[in-house]
């Protein structure tokens, strides 16, 4: 009897790895450019990559700002912010609304769904103010959009044993200026403390008896 010799088994070598090792051993030339070109267009990338302190995000949110010269919180409330949020109440995917009435002006302030297309919903909310009877004196409302990038990126506080009028004068007259010189710095607003103001009292009975009426 014949017997057929065994046959062993062959391994297999990953022939894919060998060829790149062998490829970057033998080509060194050519890996270097490839590395230098990825290195030069990353570079181009890096150098043409916006930079924001802030996320470019847009928010549903809206404010409506209407100033009246020379009129009371109260009457502002009244006159303005009231009406303005009755008018404004019924416009769609509104969250909620608010308003903050101070001297001279009002800001109505509007909160949205996240799913809002806000160029339609500044559309509508322009509709409805166009709806809303105001005093002639008032100023046209302005609708502006909340932006993250004109945000205050720094608060500064001032205290000391001193009087608020005094603080408010060194910041207002020393520290503004200075920071406004800093570079990248786009503005400085000073708020809190006292203001210097003229306070006049009147006489209603000589009023009365010269005949000017307040």
């Known amino acids: 009897m014949s017997s057929n010799p065994s046959k062993s088994p062959q391994s297999k070598k990953p022939v894919g790895r060998g060829s790149f090792f062998r490829f970057t051993t033998e080509r060194p030339v050519a890996i270097l450019m490839v590395v230098i070109g990825i290195c030069v267009f990353g ?10 302190l ?8 809206l404010t409506v700002r209407t100033e009246y010269p020379g009129t009371a919180p109260e009457e ?8 303005i949020e009755q ?3 019924v416009v769609n995917n ?13 800001d109505v302030k509007l909160e949205f769904t996240w799913d809002t297309n ?22 046209r409302p302005l609708i502006l959009r909340y932006d993250p990038s004109l945000e205050p990126i720094m608060r500064l506080g ?21 920071l406004e010189t800093v570079e990248g710095v786009a503005a400085v607003k000073v708020k809190g403390g006292l203001e210097e103001e003229i306070r006049v009292e009147l006489n209603e009975q000589q009023l009365t008896l010269i005949g000017i009426n307040i």
């Open 54 to 61: 802030m996320p470019d995000i847009t928010y549903p949110s």
């Open 76 to 83: 502002i409330e009244t006159t303005i912010s009231r009406p």
């Open 87 to 89: 008018g404004l109440g």
């Open 118 to 139: 806000m160029d339609q919903a500044t559309a509508d909310v322009r509709e409805k103010l166009d709806q809303v009877f105001l005093p002639e004196e008032a100023e």
């Open 158 to 178: 001032l205290y000391g044993e001193t009087s608020l009028f005094y603080l408010r004068y060194l910041a207002d007259e020393e520290l503004k200026r200075i």
């Open 94 to 106: 509104l969250v909620s609304i608010s308003s903050i009435s101070k001297a001279d002006m009002s």
């Open 43 to 52: 570079w181009i990338s890096y150098e043409q990559l916006p930079l924001n």
